[in-house]
């Protein structure tokens, strides 16, 4: 039970990560309202916030198998 914040992360890495290479003009809406005052959301934007969630995710497993985490 103590790990549970830890795989439920790596759950949602994945899941952010993968959908936005799959689903990247659903993801948009999303991304135009969170990014709003600062710049404007673009499927560039999208895929790029999705390679680091997936880059996000492949550390923490690498911890979580090294007993780190």
């Known amino acids: 039970m103590k790990d549970l914040p830890i795989y439920l992360l790596l759950e949602l890495c994945l899941a ?36 680091v969630s997936l880059a996000v995710f492949l550390i923490l497993v690498v911890a979580r198998v090294m007993g780190k985490v």
Not at 16 to 28: K, S, V
């Open 16 to 51: 952010f990560g993968l959908a936005g290479f799959w689903r990247t003009d659903e993801l948009l809406p999303v991304f135009e309202v969170l990014l709003f005052p600062f710049w404007p959301a673009s499927a560039r934007l999208v895929r790029a916030h999705s390679l």
